[in-house]
């Protein structure tokens, strides 16, 4: 099986990779151009594949612009992060391909997107013209809009649902924890979850503290 693995890893030509919000900001709150760089260092190596980036970190890379010192829990103060930080974090990706003569596009969702047939086709359209024109999509949830009753939860659950919605080859989940699981890691009865083949096996994923946004 693990063989069976590789060999798909290998050939693989369209790829959603997600990374989460602590792969690339500072401890104190902030993008860190140095990770962003040597993210798409590697990922721009791979010029043969088609790569749908799902990227966290606007909550994040808001924080330190609007002098705040740790995550607001408040969602209105929350947003106003992710207003402030999205563009930033777009910005820096862009800077960073552009190194490699390549373009991004900034692709921003809602759960109602993905539920809502006429906004799901129109979402998979614009992936699919993105991929055809060679820029790299860059998708994050839409957090200036989406409340706690309608949010994704975690760009896990986002990241497998971008990866069904084009098809995806394989799905790559970039984080500072060993894997997927269905709970906290630590906690007593978490199981890791070895392959996902529904998007209701994500409903228990557990976030970090950066994570979100």
């Known amino acids: 099986m693990a063989g069976v ?39 721009a190596k791979h010029g043969e594949r088609e790569i749908i980036l799902v990227s966290s970190g606007a909550i994040a890379a808001g924080l330190a612009p609007l002098g705040l010192s740790r995550r607001p829990r408040d969602l209105a103060r929350q947003q106003a992060a992710a207003s402030v930080g999205q563009g930033l974090l777009v910005a820096r990706y862009t800077a960073s391909y552009a190194r490699y003569g390549r373009r991004v596009g900034q692709v921003l969702l809602t759960s109602d997107d993905m539920a809502r047939r006429a906004h799901y086709r129109n979402a998979y359209r614009t ?14 949830e839409n957090d200036t809009v989406a409340t706690d009753e309608i949010r994704f939860g975690d760009n896990d659950r986002l990241a497998a649902l971008v990866a069904h919605l084009v098809r995806a080859d394989l799905l790559v989940l970039l984080s500072d924890v060993d894997g997927l699981y269905d709970g906290h890691p630590e906690s007593a009865g978490t199981s890791r979850i070895e392959e996902v083949r529904d998007h209701a096996e994500l409903d228990g994923v557990e976030i970090g503290s950066v994570g979100r946004g």
């Open 5 to 43: 693995r590789r060999k798909d890893v290998a050939e693989a030509r369209r790829v959603v990779v997600k990374v989460g919000s602590s792969s690339l900001t500072t401890a104190a709150g902030g993008l860190d151009a140095d990770r962003v760089d040597a993210l798409v260092d590697v990922l």
């Open 127 to 140: 992936l699919e013209q993105l991929l055809a024109m060679g820029a790299v999509p860059v998708v994050n």
